[in-house]
């Protein structure tokens, strides 16, 4: 069973640039979640979908990322503009249909703005 | 509001001996806990959960306890091993919402 893929691995931007980051879950997953990770801390939700709905991003800055999810399979997220602060790994996970404690986490994208 | 910590952001320990990590939640409505690993550059993989119904489980060298009255867990290795140096991760779920908590990095020292 292949696991979560995302892309790129690394991406290296300057301050007011724009990033996208993509994420193709495990098939047949229907649960596919977006964290930011910043060093020295745990992940943190950004976004979570349903399929192709979204079930919870109360903690997505509105205003610079964006999320979506079109025909739900695989999922990109939008930074624009980005800030210094977004510096950080953007973890990927999806969780299957059936219920389910665990989810499963591609290698995430290393970001850094400069 | 951190629903889920981790209070030791490092821990040493010798091979051969028990690493214990420890876990305090604050919400009684978690159906499950989880531990996490992480290794540098790479995404955290699943080492093993417990039931909110159960107080202990265990998988090969890993034990987790839970201790519901307490709100508290612990992922006890034994015996360690240099391989299992990395970046622990707590998490609690209820529904398909996840809390992870801060992370304990473990060194374990040959």
């Known amino acids: 069973e292949a696991g979560v893929a995302q892309s790129p691995r690394y991406k290296i931007i300057e301050k007011r640039q724009s990033v996208a980051f993509w994420c193709n879950p495990i098939s047949g997953h229907a649960t596919l979640y977006w964290y930011q990770q910043i060093l020295g801390q745990g992940p943190k939700l950004l976004i979570q979908f349903q399929n192709n709905g979204v079930v919870d991003d109360s903690q997505l800055p509105k205003d610079r990322f964006s999320a979506e999810r079109l025909k739900g399979v695989d999922s990109t997220l939008k930074i624009q503009p980005a800030k210094l602060e977004d510096s950080a790994v953007y973890l990927c996970?999806?969780?299957?249909?059936?219920?389910?404690?665990?989810?499963?986490f591609g290698p995430g994208t290393r970001l850094l703005v400069l | 509001d951190q629903q889920v910590k981790q209070n030791s952001p490092s821990l040493s320990v010798q091979e051969g001996r028990i690493s214990i990590l420890n876990c305090d939640y604050t919400n009684s409505m978690f159906d499950y806990f989880l531990w996490y690993k992480k290794y540098p550059a790479e995404g955290p993989t699943f080492l093993i959960s417990?039931?909110?119904?159960?107080d202990k489980n265990e998988d090969g060298r890993f034990t987790v306890f839970l201790n519901k009255s307490a709100k508290h867990l612990s992922l006890h290795i034994v015996p360690s091993q240099p391989g299992d140096s990395a970046v622990y991760f707590c998490a609690a779920n209820t529904g398909n919402q996840f809390y992870f908590g801060t992370g304990t990095s473990l060194t374990v020292i040959p």
């Open positions: 996970a999806s969780l299957g249909g059936v219920p389910s404690e665990t989810q499963y």
């Open positions: 417990i039931s909110s119904i159960k």
